[in-house]
C-alpha cells in the first residue's frame, strides 16, 4: 500500500494554501469584525499564511527558514486583544474559503484542518490578551490526520 499523504499533499501543495489565503483575506479586509484587526495589513501577508499552513499541515519550512518559525508568529498576535467572535468569524470566512480555493471536502481531510484551525486561534486568542502568559519559543507544530486517514477507494 502506498504511504499516506501528508495534509499538505493531499491539499494540493504550496499553490493551495496560496489559492486559500488569497480568498480568506478577500473577505477579512471588508469584514465588519475581522476588518479592523488587518487594518494595516502587509499586502503580502497572505503568502506568509499561507506558508506557514504549509508547513504546518506537512509541507516545506520556508516559513521557518524565512520569517522566524513559531517564535516569529506568536509576536505578530502579541497585544491584538482578540475577542472570541473575532476568533470564531476567522474560523467561519476561512472554511468558506476552503470551499472557493478549491481543497479537499473531505470529512477526514476537512476534520483535521478544522482541528488545526481551532486549536491555532484558541492560541492566537489566549497570546494576543494582555499580560498573556505567552511561551516565546516552540516548533511549528505538525499536524497530521488524526483519527482517520485520507479515504482512498481500493
Known sequence: MAETPTLYEWAGGTD????L???FYARVTDDELLGPLFARMDPEHFR?????LAEVFGGPAVYTEEHGGYS??????????ITEPQRR???ELIQDAADE????????FRAAFLGYLEWGTRLAKQNSQPGA???PQA????????VAPPYLPG
Open 89 to 91: 468569524r476567522w474560523i
Open 139 to 146: 516548533p511549528v507544530p505538525h499536524w497530521g490526520w488524526g
Open 133 to 135: 502568559d505567552v511561551v
Open 101 to 108: 480555493a478549491g481543497l479537499p471536502d473531505d470529512p477526514e
Open 48 to 52: 506568509y499564511v499561507a506558508l506557514w
Open 72 to 81: 516569529h508568529m506568536v509576536a505578530k498576535h502579541l497585544g491584538m486583544a
Open 16 to 19: 493551495a494554501f496560496v489559492r
Open 21 to 23: 489565503t488569497k480568498a
